[in-house]
C-alpha cells in the first residue's frame, strides 16, 4: 500500500489499524524529505531581520535617532508611488485627517552626529522641547478656548507700541450685555468706556485676530491664522467675520485666491477702527492660563483644515523634492546658511534621491523666482503639493508643508527642518531675551503646526561654523535624508 492509499481503504478494524500505521510512516518520511530539503537547498525560507537597529558603537560617526516617542507598533504602509501621487479613497479625506498624534506627529525624529551631542546639549534641549510640544498641541480644546458670544457689542484691534514687527494678538471689547463673559488673555477692555464706532455690522458678527504684526508674514497667515479661521468659520457659519488688514491687503488677495465663497463673509478692518454691531458678538475666549494664541496650536485644529484644502485645491502628483533657502536680504530672522553649505546640502539630497531610484533633480525655492519676482500663491502651491521631500531651515517658506498630501495617517511625504542648537545660542532667530541674557529659543514648523501629522518630520542642527556662519549637522542631515526617502523607493 503507498503513501496516500490508506484514505481510501475498505473500513474494518485491522483496515483502520493499518490504515493509522501507514499515516504515521508517511508523516515521518515527509518530515525527513523536508530536513534534507533544508539542509540541502531543495526549499529555503525567506529570512527577514525584525527588532531594532544595533545602536552606534561608541566613538562612530553613526548618527543618533531620537524619536520623539515610542512609536506604536504596526504595519509600516509606503507612500503612494511619487509618480502616481498619493490617493485617498475619500476624497473628503477623514481617513487623511483623522490621525492620532501617536501614529503620525509623534514619530518625529532627530538625528544628530554623536560627536556633537555634548556641544548641542542635546540630551537636555531635544527632550525638553520635544514633550512641550506634545503637551501643547495633544491639549484638549475645551481647555485652551471657547465661543463667547454677547447681544451687540463693539471691539478695535490693540495696535502695538512696540512697532511693525511686533506681534500684537490681544482686541479691546466692550458690550452692555450684563451676562456675558468675554475677556480673557486676547480680550481685554476699553480704558475709557465705550469708543465711539467708525464701521457698524449688522449681526451676527464675529471675530479672530491671531498673531499679527503691522505688516505682512506668510508664514503667520498660514500657520496661525487659517486653522482657528477654519474653526470660526464652521462654528460661525451665518456670522459676518472680520479680520484684520495688513497695509498691503495682501490677506485679502490671499483668501481670494484660496476660498473665494469664505472671502464673501469676510470684512477686513485697520487697527483703528471700531467696529460695532447691535446683533450677537461671538469671538474666541481663551481658558485661564492661556494667555497668547500661539498657546492655542492644537492638532484638533489641522484635520478639518487639512480637508478643507482637498475640497478646494486640486492635487497632483508627488513628483518632486524641494530644498528651501533663506538668502541673505529676503529674510529678517537669521538662519542663513552660505553658499558653499546650500550646494552641499543639494548634493547629498542628490545622492540619495539616486540611491533611492529617483531622479537626482531638486528645485531649489526662495519664495522668488527669476529677476527676484515673488512667487504666487498658485505657484507655491503647486510647488509644494508635488513635493514628497522638502528640507530646509526654520522659516515663513517652509510653512508651504501645509500644501504637501497625504494618502492616509501612513502614507505621507518627508520634511526634513533644521532648528537652532545651542551652538547657535546667540544668532539672531535662535534666542530670546529673559532677564537680559540671551535665552536659545528653538522655533519649528513643526511646533507651529501642532506636529503637521500629514508629513514624516524629521529634524537637523543647526551649528555655528567658521567665522561665525550658520552650519549643520551634515552627518544627521545624511542619515535623514535615507531615513525620510526608505519608504518612497522605487
Not at 22 to 28: K, R, T
Not at 37 to 44: A, Q, S, V
Not at 107 to 114: E, G, I, M, S, T
Not at 414 to 443: H, M, R, T
Request: aromatic residues 10%; proline residues 7%.
Amino acid at each position: 500500500m503507498r503513501c496516500g492509499d490508506h484514505a481510501r481503504s475498505k473500513p474494518g478494524f485491522l483496515a483502520a489499524l493499518a490504515a493509522l500505521l501507514l499515516g504515521s510512516a508517511c508523516s515521518l518520511a515527509a518530515w525527513h524529505q523536508l530536513r534534507r530539503g533544508l539542509h540541502f537547498g531543495t526549499w529555503k525560507p525567506k529570512l527577514r531581520r525584525v527588532g531594532p537597529t544595533p545602536a552606534p558603537k561608541q566613538g562612530s560617526s553613526q548618527p543618533t535617532r531620537t524619536p520623539l516617542a515610542s512609536p506604536t507598533a504596526g504595519p509600516r504602509t509606503p507612500l503612494a508611488s511619487p509618480t502616481a501621487g498619493p490617493r485617498s479613497e475619500n476624497p473628503k479625506g477623514p481617513q487623511s485627517d483623522s490621525c492620532r498624534w501617536e501614529e503620525t506627529a509623534g514619530k518625529a525624529q532627530l538625528y544628530v552626529d554623536p560627536s556633537i551631542i555634548k556641544r548641542v546639549r542635546h540630551r537636555r534641549n531635544w527632550p525638553a522641547f520635544r514633550d512641550a510640544v506634545a503637551r501643547e498641541a495633544t491639549r484638549p480644546m475645551a481647555e485652551t478656548f471657547a465661543l463667547a458670544a454677547a447681544r451687540g457689542g463693539r471691539f478695535r484691534f490693540v495696535t502695538s507700541e512696540h512697532g511693525p514687527h511686533y506681534l500684537e494678538w490681544r482686541t479691546q471689547v466692550w458690550t452692555n450685555d450684563s451676562k456675558a463673559s468675554l475677556f480673557s488673555g486676547l480680550a481685554i477692555p476699553f480704558a475709557e468706556g465705550p469708543p465711539r464706532c467708525n464701521l457698524e455690522l449688522p449681526g451676527p458678527v464675529a471675530f479672530y485676530r491671531g498673531l499679527s504684526p503691522q505688516r505682512f508674514q506668510y508664514g503667520h497667515l498660514l500657520l496661525d491664522l487659517l486653522p482657528l479661521l477654519q474653526f470660526l468659520a464652521a462654528a460661525e457659519a451665518t456670522s459676518t467675520l472680520v479680520l484684520q488688514r495688513d497695509p498691503e491687503g495682501i490677506i485679502e488677495r490671499f483668501m481670494r485666491w484660496y476660498d473665494r465663497d469664505l472671502t464673501k463673509r469676510l470684512v477686513f478692518v485697520n487697527e483703528t477702527q471700531v467696529v460695532c454691531t447691535l446683533g450677537r458678538l461671538s469671538l474666541i475666549k481663551a481658558k485661564p492660563g492661556i494667555l497668547r494664541p500661539d498657546s492655542m496650536r492644537l492638532m484638533s485644529l489641522w484635520g478639518p483644515l487639512r480637508t478643507q484644502i482637498r475640497r478646494l485645491k486640486e492635487s497632483q502628483p508627488a513628483v518632486r523634492a524641494v530644498a528651501y533657502q533663506r538668502v541673505t536680504g529676503s529674510v529678517t530672522h537669521g538662519r542663513v546658511m552660505g553658499r558653499q553649505s546650500n550646494r552641499k546640502l543639494l548634493a547629498m539630497a542628490k545622492a540619495a534621491l539616486k540611491a533611492s531610484g529617483h531622479p537626482p533633480q531638486v528645485v531649489v525655492f526662495t519664495g522668488q523666482k527669476a529677476g527676484g519676482r515673488l512667487m504666487t500663491f498658485e505657484e507655491q502651491y503647486r510647488l509644494f503639493n508635488a513635493a514628497f521631500l522638502a528640507y530646509g531651515p526654520q522659516g515663513t517658506g517652509l510653512a508651504n508643508i501645509l500644501w504637501m498630501q497625504n494618502a492616509d495617517c501612513h502614507r505621507r511625504p518627508a520634511v526634513i527642518e533644521f532648528i537652532c542648537s545651542q551652538d547657535l545660542q546667540s544668532s539672531p532667530g535662535c534666542f530670546i531675551w529673559q532677564n537680559s541674557q540671551k535665552v536659545l529659543s528653538i522655533k519649528s514648523t513643526w511646533h507651529v503646526a501642532a506636529g503637521a501629522f500629514w508629513v514624516r518630520y524629521f529634524h537637523v542642527w543647526l551649528l555655528r561654523g567658521a567665522m561665525g556662519q550658520v552650519e549643520i549637522d551634515f552627518i544627521g542631515f545624511n542619515q535623514s535624508l535615507h531615513e525620510a526617502l526608505k519608504p518612497l523607493r522605487l
